[in-house]
């Protein structure tokens, strides 16, 4: 079957570094994604990996080993706007296979 | 901004009434996405295009039909819905990603999400 687990809920502080672990186990694997969504908006793309290791975008990171079927997205110097839902996709074939999403809760 | 419009944003109807939820996009994309989110589930595929007239089923397309007469729209019916299908829907299209740059190890196709139509079927 497909499965794709991320924690439901992380807590932190503004200006802190946080990660939000994601481990896979897919039938198939062409890349993982990680899509950010604010409540009641839409998801919007942040980064995804397709081989091992990590790919960096200003603030955000993400990691990849496909060997132990995990991921993370690394999100620095947090600020309250990074409140959100963070979601971890994998792509098997066409379909995107999404996790439940992490609420992320950024205070002052 | 993929150039994605979803209408209607909101719909209120009622048990058995046929609704129909439209995709539109501006950019030529081949591929089309509807998905369902709802608490708990996260978001699920329901159908998706690669073509006009060319449509696969996804992980919970019971219930629901889609039509795609030409490439810039891509139509999502309930022929009769329940209050289960009480869900938020968004459509997405995919694109290579980095703007088409051929990443080592191959290409992943990102998607990109419409703004959403949250329906209730009381």
């Not at chain 1, 570094?17 to 039938?27: A, D, E, K, M, P």
């Amino acid at each position: 079957g497909q499965n794709i687990d991320q924690p439901t809920e992380m807590t932190a502080t503004e200006g802190a570094i946080v990660q939000i672990n994601c481990t896979y186990q897919t039938s198939g694997f062409n890349g993982l994604f990680w899509y950010q969504q604010h409540a009641g908006e839409a998801p919007t793309f942040l980064s995804y990996n397709v081989l091992d290791g990590l790919e960096e975008k200003g603030r955000f990171s993400s990691f990849l080993s496909r060997s132990k079927g995990y991921s993370y997205l690394l999100l620095k110097e947090l600020q309250m706007k990074d409140s959100a839902s963070y979601l971890c996709a994998v792509q098997a074939g066409t379909a995107l296979i999404f996790g439940k999403g992490t609420t992320l809760s950024v205070s002052s | 901004d993929a150039g994605i419009t979803q209408s209607p944003r909101h719909k209120v109807t009622e048990t058995g009434t046929p609704v129909t939820l439209r995709c539109h996009q501006t950019e030529n994309h081949r591929y089309m996405y509807w998905y369902r989110q709802d608490p708990g589930h996260g978001l699920r595929l329901i159908h998706y295009s690669y073509g006009v007239k060319d449509t696969d089923k996804g992980e919970v397309s019971d219930g629901y039909s889609v039509s795609r007469s030409k490439t810039e729209d891509f139509l999502l019916t309930l022929e009769s819905a329940t209050s289960s299908q009480t869900s938020v829907y968004f459509c997405a299209i995919s694109v290579l990603s980095s703007g088409g740059e051929v990443k080592a190890g191959g290409l992943a196709d990102t998607q990109y999400f419409g703004p959403g139509t949250r329906l209730t079927v009381l």
